[in-house]
């Protein structure tokens, strides 16, 4: 095994103790949402030409005429050229930092391609439950519903660090719906990129923070109060985060509470925050094969792997189903680093697997 990634949903259902303000904490999210969507789609929100998802569709020409048989011929025909012409990770390109793209903030951002064979049906495209843009991996634990583009653009490199799965042909299908059927005046590329796409990855980010958050907890030994942040909006109906430590104190019991069976069992225990579920754990499947794309998809499941392993070591117990996997490939995927170009993310995805192993040891002891 060459490589970790993240495991097949093994359709067991794991244990887990209800969260008793968890019926609150769903209708806060929801309430939340849907101030953000009335916002998103109210305002204009202007996204600069020169961002990357921007120039993708220019560059694929779509055309709303067209059926959308063609649309997702179009897209998938093209996605790999594409994103190797926008320093996108993909078969033809190891990848190089992305300027301004989701985070912002100074977040250094690698995007990876995300192999799309899904088959569309005509009249049923839904513009709310597309993912085209998703956050994979990322250090960033504030979460909230200020738009992305609403974030600082800034000089400087870091401190945080992200991972962004790009899926061309699920932008192309959402770009000519929405060229289909909307009229009015916040029409344009730039207004479905931040209605839809962005706007969903936000979501999912806000979910994707519950795990950065338990990381930072677990192994960097911090505080809820110390990295539990939201960002302060005037439109959001109620504040999230007294519940939501609730939620994340409630995980951290339910996780050292009876033993983990298996990596599986840790995945299962971050339930989604919002009544429709805004994450899924994205595998790479074929581009988790290759050199070139595979090192993009690994950053998640270490990450994972690190709060599952601290989690047994606090609790004295072996992680034996991951053990020998975690040796076996390290060797491996240090070196396949090696090829990361930019060096402030093979310096983070190093230290990454380096924290891993130092885990995984101590694991091996009891």
Known sequence: MLTLTLPDDDQ????????????????????????????????????????????????????????????????????????????????????????????????????????????????????????????????????????????????????????????????????????????????????????????????????????????????KEKSFDQIVETDVVSFTTMNEEKLLKEYLTHILNDMTGPRLKSFNHLISKFGSVYRRSQFNYYTGGRMQLFNQTRWSWEPAALKLLAVYLSVANRMGYRASDVNNDITRAANSMRKNYGRIADSFSRKHILELLAEVEILNKENMKY
């Open 12 to 219: 067991t259902h794991y244990p887990r103790s209800n969260f008793i303000g968890m019926d609150n904490l769903l209708r806060i999210t929801e309430l939340n949402r849907r101030d953000f969507r009335e916002v998103v789609t109210r305002d204009i929100f202007v996204l600069e030409d020169e961002h990357v998802l921007v120039g993708l569709l220019r560059m694929m020409t779509i055309d709303p005429e067209w059926p959308l048989e063609q649309v997702v011929a179009q897209a998938r025909f093209r996605a790999n050229s594409l994103c190797s012409l926008f320093k996108i990770t993909c078969i033809n390109r190891v990848g190089d930092p992305i300027e301004n793209g989701f985070y912002r903030n100074g977040t250094v951002e690698q995007w990876t391609l995300i192999d799309n064979n899904k088959r569309y049906v005509e009249g049923v495209v839904d513009l709310d439950t597309m993912r085209p843009v998703v956050p994979l991996y990322s250090t960033v634990t504030k979460r909230g519903y200020k738009h992305s583009i609403l974030q600082p653009v800034l000089k400087q490199k870091g401190p945080d660090f992200a991972i962004m799965g790009i899926d061309p042909v699920e932008l192309a299908v959402g770009w000519w719906r929405y060229m289909q059927y909307t009229t009015g005046k916040n029409e344009g590329i730039s207004a479905y990129l931040c209605q839809h796409p962005l706007f969903v990855a936000q979501l999912m980010h806000n979910q994707l923070s519950l795990i950065n958050i338990m990381y930072e907890f677990l192994t």
